[in-house]
Nanobody, 124 residues
Framework: QVQLVESGGGLVQTGGSLRLSCAAS????????MAWFRQAPGKEREFVAA????????YNTESVKGRFTISRDNAKNTVFLQMNSLKPEDTAVYYC?????????????????WGQGTQVTVSS
């Protein structure tokens, strides 16, 4: 069982930056593929970014390319999402997810564990 705890959300103005963190419990973090998803009010949860267990492969959804960067520190059991040039449409609850298979996937069903989420609000 893996527990995921997100942090770093908050209120920021358009054009600002935030860095989200997701701390994982356990000694098997390095074997998991990790991802960030988000869910805006009244919308379905959507993929944001993913990273393979080694960190050598990363994927972003088109709407965040050039603005968001996913990374991980396996020594600290933590995955990060650096968000720059934030827009009001980035407002959502951001969720961290872990996949036992170790891959970086954009598909929700690939992930076995989920955090509780952290709110990101971008004001215009």
């Amino acid at each position: 069982q893996v527990q995921l705890v997100e942090s770093g959300g908050g209120l920021v103005q358009t054009g600002g930056s935030l860095r989200l963190s997701c701390a994982a419990s356990g000694r098997t973090f390095r074997t998991y593929g990790m991802a960030w998803f988000r869910q805006a009010p009244g919308k379905e949860r959507e993929f944001v970014a993913a990273i393979s267990r080694s960190g050598t492969s990363t994927y972003n959804t088109e709407s965040v390319k050039g603005r968001f960067t996913i990374s991980r520190d396996n020594a600290k059991n933590t995955v990060f999402l650096q968000m720059n040039s934030l827009k009001p449409e980035d407002t959502a609850v951001y969720y961290c997810a872990a996949a036992r298979g170790g891959i970086a996937s954009a598909t929700m069903s690939a992930y076995d564990y989920w955090g509780q989420g952290t709110q990101v609000t971008v004001s215009s």
